[in-house]
Each structure stands twice: as structure tokens, then as C-alpha cells.
């Protein structure tokens, strides 16, 4: 049997993949979300801020991830985690995975205790990731040191920052593969055969809908900070 999971900060298209995992026969856990979220997920969210205490913060959007690849793993974390994902652990489906966007804040301790599941990284544009509001626009709400700052926009980037930077700084997986939400939109078909060798598994094609990307171009919130320039280019997007 597989188990499954996707990383990525919440409005990254991560629905995207969820709905074709599901739409494929992946079995996905007892209860999603309109977004494809495993739901309820407020274990997973007690298991961020239990992890986020080994954290260190060292000002201007600079974290060090280091203790969270030694330290030992807080019990309370696993039992928490294990809880969420009961339905997922205990199928006997032959594939089986989950989403949530917040287990990209825990990603560190997740490879540590699923070392040998599949992981799909999905990015998307961090300029069209912070165009609308999300659950984790605000790090401190999931015990992550950082900055407050009553600008809401600032927020958004530097909660993107952070989700980029601890998986940046995380040993990655033996099964690990990368996708961008763009290349899944206008290069479906050659996409879709990446994740089928990846997976091992026919995937069933979606609708897909050009028109979200690039959004942030016609915004009316600002999208663009200095610090996504490093990333844009490491993720092959168009520069500031």
C-alpha cells in the first residue's frame, strides 16, 4: 500500500491535487473539505505549535530549523498527528494520502516519522499565493515565532517566507517530487505524466482554469516584496 502527502502554503492550488488524487481512487481520509482538506484539523494545529517551540527567530524573516532535525520529537506531537490521520493509517485502501496545507508547518517532524511515504511539493507564484486571506496569514496563531505587524499584505508574504524556508532547510524525503500549479495548468498532460511515474498510479484529469494565474497582476493588494526575489528565481517565476 502508498501513503501520500502534500506540502504547500495555503492558496498554492494544493486543491488542485488533492481533487485528483481523489478523482484517481487515492483515498483521502473520512471527511474533506471543499478545498480537499482533511478535516477536522485542529489536532494538526495544536501539533504545529507544540513543534514551533524549536523555532528560533532571528529577526527580518530569518528562522533557524536546526534543533527540529535532532530533538527529540514531543510524544504528545505523534499522538496528535497519528489522531488526525486515523482514518488515513487505519485504511486498508490500497492508495491512500492526505492534504492540509498546515502540515507544511510541521513538515520537519513529518518526514521524521512517515521517512518513507511520497511527497508532493506544490508551489505556486508567491505573488498569487498572497492575493487572498488564509488561515496561516498569521504565523503567531500556530505559535511561530516572528514579527506582528499591522499590515496584513506583509503578514500574508512572510508567512509564505517562512512555509518556503522550513521546507528549504528540511533533509528532503527519499520520495520527493516538485510541482508547479502553473505547469499542471498550461502543460497539464506532460504534468499529469509526471505524477503517474512518480505515483505509480493512472491519475484522472480535472478542469483546469488558466485565468488564475497571474492574478496578483491586477490586484489591489500589494504582492510584491523584496524578499520573494531569491525565491522567485529559484522556483523559475518572473522577477519582480
Known amino acids: 500500500m502508498s501513503l501520500t502527502t502534500i506540502i504547500g502554503r495555503g492558496h498554492g492550488g494544493t ?17 474533506l473539505n471543499r478545498s ?27 528562522w533557524d530549523f536546526e534543533a527540529l532535525h535532532s530533538v527529540p520529537i514531543d510524544p504528545l506531537f505523534v499522538r496528535l498527528v497519528e489522531s488526525y490521520l486515523n482514518s488515513v493509517l ?20 513529518i518526514v521524521r516519522m512517515f ?3 511520497s511527497y508532493i511539493y506544490w508551489v505556486r507564484d508567491p505573488r498569487d499565493s498572497i492575493a487572498g486571506s488564509h488561515i496561516t496569514d498569521n504565523l503567531a496563531d500556530f505559535g511561530v515565532p516572528c514579527d506582528q505587524t499591522p499590515d496584513i499584505q506583509l503578514n500574508r508574504a512572510i508567512s509564505w517566507k517562512y512555509q518556503a524556508e522550513i ?9 520527493w517530487i516538485q510541482i ?5 495548468i498550461l502543460d497539464n498532460d506532460q504534468t499529469i505524466l509526471r505524477l503517474e511515474k512518480y505515483l505509480g498510479l493512472a491519475l484522472t484529469s480535472i478542469p483546469v482554469y488558466p485565468e488564475v494565474i497571474g492574478r496578483w497582476r491586477t490586484s489591489d ?20
Open 15 to 31: 486543491r488542485a491535487i488533492s481533487h485528483t488524487l481523489s478523482e484517481s481512487g487515492v483515498y483521502m481520509g473520512n471527511q
Open 36 to 62: 480537499g482538506d482533511l478535516v477536522p484539523a485542529d489536532e494538526m494545529y495544536e501539533a504545529c505549535r507544540i513543534m514551533a517551540k524549536h523555532v528560533t527567530y532571528h529577526g527580518g524573516a530569518h
Open 90 to 109: 487505519t485504511s486498508n485502501r490500497e492508495h491512500r494520502g492526505w492534504k492540509l496545507p498546515e502540515t507544511t508547518l510541521i513538515f520537519p517532524w
Open 115 to 117: 521517512p518513507e511515504i
Open 167 to 175: 521546507v528549504r532547510a528540511t533533509p528532503k524525503p527519499a520520495r
Open 180 to 184: 508547479r500549479l502553473e505547469d499542471f
Open 221 to 240: 493588494k500589494i504582492c510584491s516584496f523584496d524578499f520573494f526575489s531569491d525565491d522567485l528565481l529559484r522556483f523559475g517565476y518572473e522577477p519582480q
